[in-house]
């Protein structure tokens, strides 16, 4: 990636200076760890489980392994598996997928609304058979999907509701935290989330204590108390030492959060002008920007044009789920998933992290502008 001499180069994320600030915290907790060696559900984790759980507006949280396993996990405790469908978007991170075929059900498909790139509400019924005992909408890019509409939903077919917030750490729609709408609620702490660990690592919220303490059950081999197995169950725990981290974060979270919104925000100050397609937020969300997703037909030189000029950029995610080879045979509803499809080819993730600066997104948006608003024969040679 060539860039100019003077300018230093912008990531798409910034792990580094978070951990700077936090670092003298995060090795004091963890040399109490270790002076302790308390490395399994130590009283971290429970400290963070309860710091997080208010968090979320829930009255339970367990910490998992990571956010694939929390999903994973969550599906076990509504004793879905074999035989059974669960509805989902058609775009996410594969793990969603991923984590319905490891309990053993079929993932079924739904295509998404192209205001918000969440599962299209309007669509979900058509993938309703008598199989269906799922729903799981996924937060995507950190906006929440249409909670209200799909409980509704659910209610009228007696489907369950996990919810995938891996991306919407603190979102919120109409004032409620995502996590705590559906039966449970799916968290990853993965390093590059908005509440990121040091490593893996992932929770599950509910308000609904049975199911809390099978959730815990599930994650720690079956047992309430060592050694005594009380159902077929998985290692699924989250790292004390990675609770250490967390706890350091939660403190800053919020602030994290806002930061990332007025970054968004200058973003659309800046790209206002341009013909890209900048991303809707709904009046009644708290949109958290996991992620800052555009869309243009041309995707790939406007990317190359950017890495010319030291910035990176992503896209979440280049394929429709349903065409991993693992999901190849996964149904579909009869209309396919178009939408999925067109937001596979165009989407560009700009850098989004809270550290950055007014001048770094003008950098970005100038950067976009000057490619998209180049004489169209020239934009098209670049196609
Ligand atoms: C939408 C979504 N769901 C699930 C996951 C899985 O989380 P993890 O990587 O912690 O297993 C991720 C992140 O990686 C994600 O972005």
Excluded at 249 to 265: F, G, L, P, S
Excluded at 309 to 321: R, T
Excluded at 349 to 363: A, I
């Amino acid at each position: 990636m060539s860039q100019p001499a003077n300018l230093a180069p912008i990531p798409l994320v910034d792990l580094q200076t978070q951990s700077r600030a936090l670092k003298e915290e995060v090795l004091r907790r963890m040399g109490d760890v270790m002076d302790g060696a308390r490395y399994i559900l130590g009283q971290e984790v429970q400290e963070f489980e309860e710091l997080f759980a208010a968090y979320c507006g829930t009255d339970h949280c367990i910490g998992m392994a990571n956010g694939t396993e929390a999903i994973h996990m969550a599906l076990r405790a509504l004793d879905i598996g074999p035989g059974d469908e669960v509805i989902t978007a058609g775009n996410s991170f594969a793990a969603t997928a991923f984590a319905i075929a490891h309990a053993g059900a079929n993932a079924v498909f739904v295509d998404i609304d192209p205001a918000d790139f969440n599962i299209d509400v309007s669509q979900i019924e058509n993938a309703i058979t008598d199989k269906t005992k799922a729903i799981i909408p996924v937060h995507l890019f950190g906006q929440p999907a249409r909670m209200r509409e799909i409980l509704a939903i659910a209610r009228r077919h007696g489907l369950r509701v996990i919810e995938d917030a891996a991306q919407a750490h603190g979102a919120e729609l109409e004032g409620q935290r995502c996590g705590s709408f559906g039966d449970i609620g799916c968290f990853s702490f993965y390093p590059g989330k908005n509440l990121g660990a040091f490593g893996d690592g992932g929770a599950t919220v509910t308000n609904d204590p049975k199911l809390a303490e099978k959730l815990r059950l599930l994650r720690n081999y079956g047992q309430r108390v060592k050694n005594r197995h009380d159902l077929l169950a998985f290692n699924s725990r989250l790292d004390t030492i990675q609770a250490c981290v967390l706890l350091a974060k939660m403190k800053h979270i919020e602030n994290w959060t806002e930061q990332r919104r007025t970054v968004a925000q200058w973003y659309r100050e800046d790209l206002a002008d341009t013909n890209v397609l900048l991303p809707q937020e709904h009046d009644d969300v708290r949109h958290v920007y996991h992620l800052f997703v555009i869309r243009t037909p041309h995707r790939e030189p406007l990317m190359a044009a950017l890495a010319e000029k030291g910035i990176a950029a992503g896209i979440h995610y280049p394929n429709p789920l349903c065409t991993a080879q693992p999901f190849e045979d996964s149904p579909t509803i009869p209309m396919g998933l178009p939408v999925c499809k067109l937001a596979a080819d165009e989407i560009v993730s700009l850098p989004m992290y809270p550290e950055m600066t007014r001048d770094q997104v003008s950098r970005v948006a100038d950067a976009v502008a000057a490619f998209v608003t180049q004489p169209k024969e020239c934009a098209s040679e670049l196609v």
